[in-house]
């Protein structure tokens, strides 16, 4: 969970600097093609394991599409459309929305020094984003609704990859979810080059433009490979451990490396706001896990625990 935070904590770094060279959807789509290759021939090297053969991928290619598709696209149109502070605002609100919908769905009641773990948390989120000021408001109702469905589909994400954790193991996870995301961000991008206004008339070389410049290599690799291979394996992997409203809090780990990033290296200065978020934040998070009950994996049953088990052992290598 700290690996996978730290390494989405440092992805807006590389993000902003692809972005001078690629479009959102061209760069969407060549770094989970890369993540797609990488894992495809690690697959065949048999450096991973991956057995999908006369399986149901509909439940993962469900969960691809709530995170990364609907997620990276609402995001995207959200922070486009609105403030930073309400963006930062919206997406902090993932652990509580995670929370009711793992009650409802996974039966996984929080306690109640979870729920104010949880609340103290998201304060230090909210407390960052709103950069100790005022929430200023774009009056933007569509930015709002996109934001609130990166939200929905992050949480749904979250509830889907907890529960099919006690079938797949967490490569296998991965393994789809980085194919499902290829195949539709390239035809975005597409799309994108094609149809937009931006790129009418243009050839489909023109997506393969901005990866002729060797500086857009470094951030898409990392992207590709750390951010969508190595963090969301970590995700998955720690969902099929422990319960959704946990891990959803872990998340918020997030906004502490991000703004350390910030300040080591890109100079943006370092705020009392920011030592009380984080604070805020890691209490959260120390919270939720000291109180945690003990809880039934929601994905296995007494008659499900063979596979589920001989899986775990599996992956739990990896």
């Not at 774009?138 to 979250?158: D, K, P, R």
């Not at 539709?184 to 597409?190: R, T």
């Not at 023109?206 to 590709?224: D, K």
């Not at 030592?275 to 896990?289: F, P, Q, S, T």
């Amino acid at each position: 969970a700290f690996i996978s935070a730290f390494i989405f904590g440092l992805s807006f770094l590389f993000t902003k600097s692809a972005l001078e060279y690629l479009s959102n959807y061209q760069l969407l789509a060549a770094r989970f093609i890369i993540a797609a290759l990488l894992m495809w021939l690690l697959r065949r090297l048999r450096v991973l394991k991956v057995n999908l053969k006369g399986r149901s991928l509909w439940g993962i290619i469900l969960m691809a599409f709530f995170e990364p598709i609907i997620y990276f696209i609402c995001e995207t149109q959200g922070i486009r459309l609105t403030t930073s502070s309400e963006a930062g605002l919206m997406i902090s609100m993932i652990p509580v929305v995670v929370a009711i919908l793992a009650a409802l769905v996974l039966k996984e009641i929080p306690t109640f020094l979870q729920v104010i773990s949880i609340a103290m948390s998201v304060g230090g989120v909210a407390l960052v984003a709103l950069g100790g000021g005022a929430l200023s408001f774009s009056g933007h109702a569509l930015g709002l609704l996109a934001l609130g469905g990166a939200v929905l589909a992050a949480s749904c994400f979250t509830i889907l990859s907890r529960r099919l954790s006690g079938q797949f193991t967490p490569t296998e996870l991965t393994y789809v979810m980085c194919w499902t995301a290829a195949a539709v961000f390239s035809v975005m991008a597409v799309i994108e080059v094609l149809f937009s206004a931006a790129g009418a008339g243009r050839s489909l070389a023109a997506i393969a433009e901005g990866l002729r410049q060797p500086q857009a290599w470094g951030a898409v690799l990392y992207l590709g490979v750390f951010s969508s291979i190595v963090a969301y394996f970590g995700v998955n992997y720690v969902l099929s451990k422990v319960e959704a409203n946990r891990s959803a809090v872990l998340s918020n780990l997030v906004t502490i490396v991000s703004v350390g990033a910030g300040v080591l290296f890109l100079n943006e200065p370092f705020y009392w706001y920011h030592l009380i978020g984080g604070i805020l934040i890691i209490a959260g998070v120390y919270g939720i896990n000291k109180f945690a009950r003990a809880a039934n994996h929601p994905g296995i049953d007494q008659g499900e625990g063979q596979h589920g088990q001989g899986q775990g052992q599996g992956q739990g290598q990896g």
